[in-house]
């Protein structure tokens, strides 16, 4: 391994040639940066229509916006361009079935209960999943077509917060959140670190 890390950074500083990357390769290099995990949720005919996401961060503070990235192939995607609004669940560490669940093909969608998943709705009809660590009511914005996915950026209209510990995702892997490494100063302006979803408290459940 050190071998490998060694021949790939030498490339990067002009030793080496550089070569084309696989997908494969930008999956790991991906991977490498540990996420949250969210499943966003749209109300169709009545019905509820979920996807696991992990391509999900906030954009702005002024006005509130975040992003999702969503595959031009998939179901959910021609939902959100119909509905126009979707809710982002951000999952509890104890929900790890209901990520692989809202992974998987939407015609396997039959039973989500089964995985412990369960629904009320916002005054929209938005679909809210019971247990999330954090809930965004979002009024879609505006769209931006990249490669194979299309970034749909949303204008957060509510927030709901409640007490536990993030799902993550990394390397391919599910993740607990671990021990906190020392802490952030009190205010953002003293840091580099773009962290915008800080700059505001939700609502506690």
């Known amino acids: 391994m050190a071998v490998s890390v060694a021949r790939d950074f030498g490339r990067l500083h002009g030793n080496q040639p550089f070569m084309s ?6 999956r790991k290099a991906m991977g490498c940066f540990a996420t ?7 109300d169709q005919a009545g019905e509820v229509h979920g996807m696991t996401a992990n391509a999900f961060t906030s954009v702005s503070v002024d006005p509130l916006l975040v992003l999702v990235c969503v595959d031009h192939r998939a179901r959910t995607h021609a939902h959100l361009q119909a509905r126009k609004r979707f809710g982002v669940n951000v999952l509890a560490e104890n929900q790890r079935a209901i990520s692989e669940y809202y992974a998987r093909s939407p015609g396997a969608h039959q039973h989500a209960e ?14 809210v999943l019971n247990g999330a660590l954090a809930y965004l009511e979002c009024r879609l914005h505006t769209t931006q077509d990249a490669g194979d996915h299309t970034i749909f950026i949303a204008e957060v ?8 510990e993030p799902l993550l995702f990394y390397r391919g892997n599910y993740r607990g959140i671990g021990t906190p490494i020392g802490s952030l100063p009190q205010t953002s302006e003293d840091h580099e670190v773009e ?11």
């Open 36 to 42: 949250g995990v969210t499943v966003i949720t749209v």
């Open 157 to 164: 209209e509510d927030v709901v917060v409640r007490e536990g």
């Open 21 to 26: 990357i696989t997908q494969s390769d930008f």
């Open 195 to 205: 962290n915008p979803g800080a700059a505001r408290n939700g609502r506690k459940i």
């Open 114 to 127: 089964e995985a412990g998943a369960s629904f009320d709705r916002t005054a929209h009809g938005t679909p």
